[in-house]
Structures are given as C-alpha cells and as structure tokens.
C-alpha cells in the first residue's frame, strides 16, 4: 500500500520561498506524480505535475516562473520549490499521482502572510 507523506510547509512572509518534499512509500519509483494544494474555501486542485512517465512537467498558470516540480535521486521523493510566493498560494499542499491514484496524505501547512 502506497503512503504519502508531505513536508516542508511554514509560514512565512509575501516573497519569502519554501521547499516542500512528498515521500511516497511501498513504491520504488515516482513517474507521473504532482503537487496539489486546497485553499482555505476551495476545491484542491492541480498545481505542478510530471506527466508521460515524468518526461513532461505542467504548471498551473499562477504559479509559472515561481514553483519549480523536481524528483530527488531516491526515486520516490518528489520536491516542489516555491519561490516568490504570495498570500494567494496558501494552502494545504499535497502530492499524489495526477488523477490522485493513492490515498491522500495529511498534506503540509503553507501559509504566505501579506
């Protein structure tokens, strides 16, 4: 059974950045797998994604040229860099595959304070 854990989360100021990491255990190798995050009222959505077997990367557009999607040279980690960021990008933020294949993890706090 695949275990998701997420980390990295704060608080922190209006162009400050974070680095959030996602442990996926019970598998050996991360492909397709993404970062998303639920606002406070909102729906969870898709924020940055390794697609076609981790050959592609998507971002939503808000977060284009900010957020930064990597995999880490243990294979089942998954990073995601967020710089600049902005009172609009907290959030809960979780990792799962990009149709959210496994369970969901508990996610990790960002909060941006203006």
């Known amino acids: 059974q695949v275990q998701l854990v997420e980390s990295g989360g704060g608080l922190v100021q209006a162009g400050g950045s974070l680095r959030l990491s996602c442990v996926a255990s019970g598998i050996s190798v991360i492909n397709n797998m993404a970062w998303y995050r639920r606002a406070p009222g909102k729906q969870r959505e898709l924020v940055a994604a390794?697609?076609?077997?981790?050959?592609?990367?998507n971002y939503i557009d808000s977060v284009k040229g900010r957020f930064t999607i990597s995999r880490g040279n243990v294979k089942n980690t998954l990073f995601l860099q967020m710089n600049g960021l902005k009172p609009e990008d907290t959030g809960v933020y979780y990792c799962?595959?990009?149709?959210?294949?496994?369970?969901w993890g508990q996610g990790t706090q960002v909060t941006v304070s203006s």
């Open positions: 390794f697609t076609s077997g981790g050959a592609l990367i």
């Open positions: 799962n595959t990009p149709m959210g294949a496994y369970s």
